[in-house]
C-alpha cells in the first residue's frame, strides 16, 4: 500500500517568534523540498481538520485549554497563565495563530492513524509534540499529538500499539499518558543527561516501556547495535498491531541541542524497520534544531517511504530552499557545505565503546524473557 502524507498549509507560517530554536522555518522548508522535488501526489495527500474542544478535551485539562485559546486571541499571556501553564515563557512562547497551529497538530496525528487503520502507513513530519502535558505546555510542546495518535489507534479497536521514539528527548508526556494502560506499549532512544532527565533504563512500566539513554557522541555503528539488541527485540515481543514512530531529528550529527553524532541514513534504516515490523504505521516528526539537518531527514523520509530516489545532487529549486534557511545557534563555520547539496548524509560509521556494551549487556531488556 503506498503511504500518505499529512499536512497543511499553516505549517508554512512563521510560529515561535524570532529568537526560539523552532523559529527556523524548517516546516515549510519540508514542504517545499517535497514539492519541489516533485514528491507531492495530490492522490496521497491528506489535509486534517482543526479538532475543537470536545476532541481535545479526551487529553487534555479544560482549563489548560481556556488558557492555551485565550492566551492566543489575546497575543499575550497573563502572569497566572505563565506560572500555572507554562504559557509565555521563552520555552513556550505565545505566537500568532499558536491556538489553530497546535490544533493542525493534533489533527494530522489523528488522521494519520485514521488512515492506517486498514493498513499501511502515513507520514506526518509536523507531529511529534510528545512533551505535552494535560494541563501544561512543556518542552516547546503545547498539545500531545502523539498522544492522541495512539488513542486514535485504539479507538479504532486495536488492543496493541507501540509507541517509538527516536528523538535526542525522552517522549516523558507520552509515557505519563499510557503508564497505565495495559494496551499500550513504548520504547524510547534518547540522550542520557538530556532534559526532561526522565526515562531511565529500570523505568519499564512492568514490561511495557523499554528507555535506552544512549550516551553523548554516539555514532551510526552504536545505534544500529542498540536497534538491533534492544529496541527490534522488543518490537517483536510486543507483538504491535500498530506502530506510531516518532523520528526526531535532533539527534543528528549538527544539531545544537544534542551531542548525539548520527546520520539520516541510520534514522532512515530504524524508521523503515520498524514501520514494516506491524501491519500498521504512523511516522511523525518531533525534535530536531538545525533547519538544514531536520528538512532533509523528514523530506528523505517522505521520498524514501514514496519510492523515490534520494541518492542523487539536489537540483538548483531545491538547494535554493535549502540555502533560504538560517539558524543562530549553528555558526557559520558549523555548517557543512553538504547540508544544501545532498538529502543523504554519509554514514558516521566508528568502533563500539565500552560504554554502549556496557549499556546493552546491563540493560533490563537484556534480562526479560517475555513482555505483558
Do not use: K
Not at 152 to 171: E, I, M
Amino acid at each position: 500500500m503506498r503511504p500518505f502524507l499529512v499536512t497543511h498549509e499553516i505549517f508554512r507560517r512563521p510560529a515561535f517568534g524570532r529568537h526560539h530554536p523552532l523559529a527556523t522555518g524548517r516546516q515549510a522548508a519540508v514542504q517545499d523540498l517535497i514539492e519541489v522535488l516533485g514528491w507531492r501526489d495530490p492522490a496521497l495527500t491528506r489535509v486534517p481538520e482543526l479538532p475543537g474542544r470536545a476532541v481535545l478535551e479526551r487529553f487534555h485539562e479544560p482549563e489548560y485549554l481556556s488558557a492555551l485559546e485565550q492566551a492566543d486571541a489575546a497575543g499575550r499571556a497573563t502572569a497566572e497563565m505563565r506560572e500555572r501553564y507554562n504559557l509565555g515563557t521563552m520555552e513556550c512562547p505565545v505566537f500568532p495563530g499558536l491556538w489553530d497551529r497546535a490544533r493542525a497538530t493534533v489533527g494530522g496525528s489523528m488522521l494519520a492513524a485514521e488512515l492506517v487503520l486498514g493498513g499501511g502507513m502515513a507520514f506526518h513530519p509536523t507531529g511529534g509534540t510528545h512533551h505535552g502535558m494535560p494541563g501544561r505546555a512543556s518542552g516547546f510542546c503545547y498539545l500531545n499529538d502523539p498522544a492522541f495518535a495512539v488513542l486514535r489507534l485504539l479507538d479504532g479497536g486495536l488492543a496493541r500499539v507501540l509507541h517509538v521514539d527516536l528523538d535526542a528527548h525522552h517522549g516523558d508526556g507520552v509515557e505519563a499518558a499510557f503508564a497505565d494502560d495495559p494496551r499500550v506499549y513504548m520504547a524510547s532512544l534518547h540522550e542520557d543527561g538530556r532534559w526532561p532527565g526522565t526515562g531511565r533504563p529500570g523505568d519499564t512500566l512492568g514490561g511495557r516501556a523499554l528507555n535506552v539513554p544512549v550516551p553523548r557522541g554516539i555514532h551510526d555503528s552504536e545505534y544500529a547495535l542498540v536497534l538491533e539488541r534492544l529496541v527490534y527485540p522488543f518490537v517483536r515481543r510486543a507483538e504491535p498491531e500498530a506502530i506510531v514512530v516518532l523520528l526526531g531529528a535532533d539527534g543528528l550529527a549538527g544539531d545544537p541541542l544534542s551531542g548525539m553524532q548520527l546520520s539520516n541514513d541510520v534514522l532512515w534504516r530504524a524508521c523503515r524497520t520498524l514501520a514494516a515490523m506491524a501491519p500498521r504505521a504512523v511516522v511523525l516528526g518531533g525534535g530536531g534544531y538545525n533547519p538544514w539537518t531536520t528538512a532533509r531527514l523528514w523530506a528523505g523520509m517522505w521520498g524514501l517511504l514514496a519510492g523515490h530516489d534520494i541518492s542523487s545532487e539536489l537540483p538548483p529549486s531545491a538547494q535554493t530552499v535549502l540555502a533560504g534557511l538560517d539558524c543562530d545557534l549553528v555558526d557559520d563555520e558549523d555548517r557543512d557545505p553538504a547540508w544544501l547539496t545532498t538529502l543523504a548524509d554519509a554514514p558516521n560509521v566508528g568502533p563500539i565503546r565500552p560504554e554502549v556494551g556496557a549499556l546493552i549487556a546491563g540493560h533490563p531488556m537484556m534480562r526479560a524473557p517475555s513482555i505483558a
